[in-house]
Structure formats: C-alpha cells, structure tokens
C-alpha cells in the first residue's frame, strides 16, 4: 500500500507561482508512475500532469503545457508540481496519485492510490 499526502497549496494572485508536494509512505514508489489530477468546484476531476516512474517521460494536459512542471525525487518519495504564471482557471482541488504498476496514463480510474487533495485559488 502507499499513502499519498499533498501540501502546498494556497491561494495566489493570476500570473503567481505555487509549488505543490506530494509524499508518499507505506513503501517506496519509486517504480510508480505517478500523475496529478485537478476538480474544480461543480466538474469532474480532470487529467493536469503525468510522471513515468523513471521520471522519463512526462505528459501535460494543454491546459497546463508550458505553465506546469512535474517531477519526482525518489530518494524523497516525493513527487512535486511547479505551477507557474496561475490563471484564475487553475483554481481547483489538486490531487496526487499513483499507479500500482504499468506506465502513466491520462485516464484517473487507472490510478491505484490517491491522495486526500489541496486547494488551490487563484485570484484575478
């Protein structure tokens, strides 16, 4: 079992910057390939930004290409989103998760482990 916990969210003015953290316990998932989902208020959760457990290979949505990065510290358990130039639209419920095994995916039911979410609010 791995245990996911985010941190760092918070509320930003447009055009900030916020770093999110996601520390995972119970075992190593270095060999996880891990992804950061996003729900904002009234919609569905939706795809933001996706890690190979190698740190590899990396796929953004096109809302955040350009904007966000993923990355991952293995020595750590942890994996991380920089989010820079913020747009009111980012605000949401951030959530980190986990895949058992297999490379990363878009598609949120493919993830086994997920992390309780933290806000972020982004103010024009």
């Known amino acids: 079992q791995v245990q996911l916990v985010e941190s760092g969210g918070g509320l930003v003015q447009a055009g900030g910057s916020l770093r999110l953290s996601c520390a995972a316990s119970g075992r190593t998932f270095a060999t996880n390939a891990v992804a950061w989902f996003r729900q904002a208020s009234g919609k569905e959760r939706e795809f933001a930004a996706a890690?190979?457990?190698?740190?590899?290979?990396?796929n953004y949505a096109d809302s955040v290409k350009g904007r966000f990065i993923i990355s991952r510290d293995n020595a750590k358990n942890t994996v991380y989103l920089q989010m820079n130039s913020l747009k009111p639209e980012d605000t949401a419920v951030y959530f980190c998760?986990?895949?058992?095994?297999?490379?990363?995916?878009?598609?949120?039911?493919?993830?086994?482990?997920w992390g309780q979410g933290t806000q972020v609010t982004v103010s024009s």
């Open positions: 890690l190979s457990w190698s740190g590899a290979n990396t």
């Open positions: 998760a986990a895949k058992h095994w297999g490379s990363s995916s878009v598609y949120a039911p493919q993830y086994d482990y």
